[in-house]
Nanobody, 123 residues
């Protein structure tokens, strides 16, 4: 199983980025896909999760209204659209896949992780 993120980079405050996560070796239909981030010196934080089984989406208040998760099953790809970015969104962003039934899964429950893609938001 491999998850590969892309789409990170440097953006000015107020700008947008779309992150992609391509999965190989697993069938999206059986998993919950989550996006997480970890800033320097900070704990890992979940920013959105989506269940491939029933389409449920979880987005925490910290990014609600700015971040949107989606799936393209035909491409086995998950996306995270991030709008109105602020310097506080600067972090390495990871996607992860979880096969269990809890909702939303805690980050410790995820089975597979990508290597991460860095996002830097300048003020």
């Amino acid at each position: 199983v491999q998850l590969v993120e892309s789409g990170g980079g440097l953006v000015q405050a107020g700008g947008s980025l779309r992150l992609s996560c391509v999965a190989s070796g697993l069938a999206f239909d059986d998993y919950v896909i989550g996006w997480f981030r970890q800033g320097a010196g900070k704990d890992r934080e979940g920013v959105s999760s989506i269940s491939s089984r029933d389409g449920r989406i979880y987005t925490p208040d910290s990014v609600k209204g700015r971040f949107t998760i989606s799936l393209d099953r035909a491409k086995n790809t998950a996306y995270l659209q991030m709008n109105r970015l602020t310097p506080e969104d600067t972090a390495v962003y990871y996607c992860a896949a979880e096969y269990g039934m809890s909702w939303p899964p805690h980050w410790t429950e995820y089975d597979y992780w990508g290597q991460g893609t860095p996002v830097t938001v300048s003020s």
